[in-house]
């Protein structure tokens, strides 16, 4: 059964900075593109960042320049590193796995998902 878990979240204030991670049971983890999404209360599920089986990456517009997304494939992890944080950046973060690897990534085409983590960002 494949597992994605997702850590890393919290309560920061606006300015700081948080780093998810995500582990993944996938074989071989390294053929799979690996994204993170977001969903803030009351609305839709967003792409927030991806990163390819070649290690290319691509971010949604609100967060470039602030978060970076890499991965472990040795330790079969994908991290997101968050700084400069908003307020508007609060929201459950999910990592989600797609099995051809390739970029861009669409949240209805991810073969797998994790349960999510909270971030929430103070003013």
């Known amino acids: 059964q494949v597992q994605l878990v997702e850590s890393g979240g919290g309560l920061v204030q606006a300015g700081d900075s948080l780093r998810l991670s995500c582990a993944a049971s996938?074989?071989?983890?390294?053929?799979?593109?690996m994204g993170w999404f977001r969903q803030a209360p009351g609305k839709e599920r967003e792409f927030v960042a991806a990163i390819g089986w070649s290690g290319g990456t691509d971010y949604a517009d609100s967060v470039k320049g602030r978060f970076t997304i890499s991965r472990d494939n040795a330790e079969n992890t994908v991290y997101l590193q968050m700084s400069s944080l908003k307020t508007e950046d609060t929201a459950v973060y999910y990592c989600a796995a797609e099995g051809s690897g390739m970029l861009p990534v669409f949240y209805y085409a991810m073969d797998y998902w994790g349960k999510g983590t909270l971030v929430t960002v103070s003013s």
């Open positions: 996938l074989r071989p983890f390294s053929n799979y593109a």
